[in-house]
């Protein structure tokens, strides 16, 4: 750990691997509807596609978080970004559902090794409030990549047809292997076991350790409140509400401005407010949003502003609680990094691929079951900050 701030070129660098996962949902999610009338499938089926994703996303972090403590970031990395270059490229020949969701189950398991090994980086370089304040700045740019991908999706659909999406994963995927040399080695000098029994020892030891648990159900419940916009928004938005590609990826865009703001709200305020004032914000703020999307939602209000004005303060709200949570979850296990950072990622995303199943099949053409989620997700962070606030009193 040092006190040095860490140079923009590796926050950025270090910010667009933890949003490999985005890009493998933001970038995609324009090109659900299009691939479900090509492929001649039900919305269902085509959203299953995603739920593989998760499913590959959460394997990935439990697989590689124990192999980084043992064998070191790097080599991890390239193992992971050359399986997301490869499964890119089989993707874009895919004529079956069935295939397409092997290989999204593939580059889910590939993809999540960017976020899992710079979320670990960001614990070997810093701790506590330092740590807070990196993981905000990495947050900026990984918010610029959802931004611009829904967008980018939506135009290269349109353009070309759903297999460019996988082109362009591709590209992503060797531009980054292009770009390892810039990456340091920082795990520790002492390495953990790779044994099975030492790995579900150590993964047993930080579940039941409350330094953890505490703002992991915190990251929890946020994650949760972004995966129900990111998993169905283009079906309630473009299915539901009648709006363009094009149009839901300015809206999708619109809603990520929250989080770029909330993140920089965050970088600049940790090491003056501390971690514990922003997460009471953060919590509070994703409560109010997600009550107030959902009341919007069943009063039958069918706006596209009634879904992404709230979703843009709820997103706000996430981004004040996930980089100073994980700093809190992550800080105390300097030697487990790697492992403790797959469990934060393994579970989120399990939750993900459960979401992405439950919300494709309650989908009925409101907003209604996305915004029920976001609510249920908001109150739930309000309950655990507060029990997380009572336990350092």
């Known amino acids: 750990m040092n006190n040095k701030d860490t140079s923009l070129r590796l926050t950025i660098l270090l910010g667009v691997l933890i949003a490999l996962p985005a890009v493998g949902t933001d970038l995609y999610v324009p090109a659900l509807p299009e691939l479900a009338r090509a492929l001649s499938v039900p919305v269902a089926a085509a959203q299953f596609t995603l739920t593989t994703y998760f499913i590959g996303l959460a394997a990935g972090q439990?697989?590689?978080?124990?192999?980084?403590?043992?064998?070191?970031?790097?080599?991890?990395?390239?193992?992971?970004?050359?399986?997301?270059?490869?499964?890119?490229?089989?993707?874009?020949?895919m004529e079956s559902i069935g295939a397409l969701a092997a290989v999204r189950l593939a580059q889910g398991l590939g993809m999540s090794s960017g976020s899992l090994i710079g979320r670990t980086i960001v614990r070997d370089l810093h701790a506590h409030e330092q740590a807070a304040r990196l993981?905000?700045?990495?947050?900026?740019?990984?918010?610029?990549?959802?931004?611009?991908?829904?967008?980018?999706?939506?135009?290269?659909?349109?353009?070309?047809?759903?297999?460019?999406?996988?082109?362009?994963?591709?590209?992503?995927?060797?531009?980054?292997?292009?770009?390892?040399?810039?990456?340091?080695?920082?795990?520790?000098?002492?390495?953990?076991?790779?044994?099975?029994?030492?790995?579900?020892?150590?993964?047993?030891?930080?579940?039941?350790?409350?330094?953890?648990?505490?703002?992991?159900?915190?990251?929890?419940c946020a994650m949760i409140g972004v995966l129900a916009w990111v998993s169905n928004s283009a079906f309630t938005l473009v299915g539901g509400f009648g709006v363009s590609a094009v149009a839901y990826g300015l809206m999708f865009a619109m809603v990520m401005?929250?989080?770029?703001?909330?993140?920089?709200?965050?970088?600049?305020?940790?090491?003056?407010?501390?971690?514990?004032?922003?997460?009471?914000?953060?919590?509070?703020?994703?409560?109010?949003?997600?009550?107030?999307?959902?009341?919007?939602?069943?009063?039958?209000?069918?706006?596209?502003?009634?879904?992404?004005?709230?979703?843009?303060?709820?997103?706000?709200?996430?981004?004040?609680?996930?980089?100073?949570?994980?700093?809190?979850?992550?800080?105390?296990?300097?030697?487990?990094?790697?492992?403790?950072?797959?469990?934060?990622?393994?579970?989120?995303?399990?939750?993900?691929?459960?979401i992405s199943t439950a919300l494709g099949a309650a989908f009925d053409g409101t907003a209604r079951p996305m915004t029920a989620v976001a609510a249920l997700a908001g109150i739930g962070a309000l309950l655990i900050e507060r029990w997380l606030a009572r336990g350092k009193t």
């Open 257 to 354: 401005l929250g989080q770029i703001s909330g993140s920089w709200c965050a970088s600049r305020l940790v090491m003056r407010l501390g971690i514990a004032r922003l997460l009471r914000l953060g919590a509070r703020l994703m409560c109010g949003a997600g009550i107030a999307a959902a009341a919007l939602a069943w009063l039958g209000i069918g706006h596209w502003l009634a879904v992404v004005l709230p979703f843009m303060v709820l997103l706000f709200g996430t981004a004040l609680i996930v980089p100073n949570a994980m700093a809190a979850a992550l800080s105390p296990f300097p030697r487990s990094a790697g492992s403790a950072s797959s469990l934060i990622g393994a579970i989120g995303f399990a939750a993900g691929a459960v």
């Open 62 to 93: 439990l697989l590689w978080g124990p192999l980084s403590d043992r064998y070191g970031r790097k080599p991890v990395l390239l193992a992971g970004l050359l399986t997301m270059l490869a499964a890119s490229l089989i993707g874009m020949f």
């Open 135 to 220: 993981l905000a700045r990495m947050t900026i740019v990984f918010s610029l990549v959802p931004m611009c991908a829904p967008v980018i999706g939506a135009l290269l659909v349109g353009a070309t047809g759903w297999p460019s999406v996988f082109l362009c994963m591709a590209a992503v995927a060797a531009v980054l292997l292009a770009s390892l040399g810039a990456l340091p080695e920082t795990a520790p000098s002492e390495r953990r076991s790779a044994h099975p029994t030492d790995i579900a020892r150590t993964f047993r030891a930080i579940l039941g350790d409350r330094r953890f648990l505490s703002p992991f159900l915190l990251i929890l």
